[in-house]
C-alpha cells in the first residue's frame, strides 16, 4: 500500500459546484497533514493545515479521520480560479522532517 | 524578500556531464529540501538538510550529492548524468512550527529547475 493515496482524478466541475477530494494514508504514526495546491508547470504551495477538529478557511473545509487513517478537502462554490492539482501531503512519526506527498488530484472548473 | 530562489530554470545535459543546481533561501530557515517531479510519480525527496552541515538522504538519493555549507544555500549535485535524471527538480525551505496541535513545516518551494538529460 503506498504511504499516500489520493483519488486519482481528473474531477471536471461546473463553476459553483461543490467537490471533494479524498487521501487515505498507511503510517498510523503520522502526525500531520496538509493540503498544497499546484498549478500546472508551477510550485507547489500550501492551501492549508488540516486540524484533530477540522477546520475551515473560507470556501475550503479540511477534514482528519485518524481512526480511519483518512483525510478530506472540501470545496464550495468553485471558481475557474481552483482550476489545479491539489497534493495531499502527511508528515510521517515524531521527529520526521520527511513530507510524504501524494500523486495529488487535478480538478477542472469549467464555465 | 525573494523568497527560495533556484538556478538555473531550465538546462539540458548530455549523459555524462555533471551539473550543479543552487537553492538559496532569505528567510533564515534551518531546513532545506530537494525534490524531483516526475508525470505520474508525485514529488519525491532526494536530499534535505536540517542545518548548517548537515545533510541527510530521502527516498531517492542515488546519483545524486547535495552541500549545505551555508545556511542560505543548499546545492544539488549531478555527477554523472544520466536520461533517467530528466525531471523537474524543486527546492524548499521550512521552519519547524507548531500550530493548534499540528507540529509541522509549512515548505516554501522555489519555482523549480526543468532539467533534461539526452
Known amino acids: 500500500r503506498k504511504e499516500v493515496e489520493q483519488d486519482p482524478g481528473p474531477f471536471n466541475v461546473p463553476e459553483g459546484a461543490t467537490v471533494a477530494f479524498n487521501c487515505t494514508y498507511s503510517n498510523s504514526a503520522s502526525q500531520s497533514f496538509f493540503w498544497y495546491r499546484q498549478d500546472c508547470r508551477k510550485e507547489p504551495k500550501l492551501l492549508m493545515s488540516v486540524y484533530s477538529s477540522g477546520n475551515e478557511d473560507g470556501r475550503f473545509t479540511a477534514q482528519l479521520n485518524r481512526a480511519s487513517q483518512y483525510i478530506s478537502l472540501l470545496i464550495r462554490d468553485s471558481k475557474l480560479s481552483d482550476s489545479a492539482t491539489y497534493l495531499c501531503v502527511v508528515l510521517s512519526g515524531a521527529g520526521s522532517y520527511q513530507l510524504t506527498f501524494g500523486k495529488g488530484t487535478k480538478l477542472s472548473v469549467i464555465p | 524578500n525573494a523568497g527560495v530562489t533556484q538556478t538555473p530554470k531550465f538546462r539540458v545535459l548530455k549523459t555524462g556531464q555533471s551539473m550543479t543546481l543552487l537553492c538559496a533561501q532569505d528567510m533564515n530557515h534551518e531546513y532545506m529540501y530537494w525534490y524531483r517531479q516526475d508525470p505520474g510519480m508525485g514529488l519525491r525527496l532526494i536530499h534535505y538538510?536540517?542545518?548548517?552541515?548537515?545533510?541527510a538522504k530521502g527516498e531517492v538519493p542515488d546519483g545524486y550529492n547535495v552541500s549545505r555549507l551555508k545556511k542560505q544555500n543548499f546545492l544539488l549535485g549531478l555527477e554523472s548524468a544520466a536520461p533517467s535524471q530528466t525531471s523537474v527538480y524543486f527546492c524548499?525551505?521550512?521552519?519547524?512550527?507548531?500550530?493548534?496541535?499540528?507540529?509541522?513545516?509549512?515548505?516554501?518551494f522555489g519555482d523549480g529547475t526543468r532539467l533534461s538529460i539526452l
Open positions: 524548499a525551505s521550512s521552519y519547524w512550527s507548531r500550530d493548534r496541535g499540528v507540529v509541522g513545516q509549512p515548505q516554501h
Open positions: 538538510s536540517v542545518g548548517e552541515g548537515t545533510t
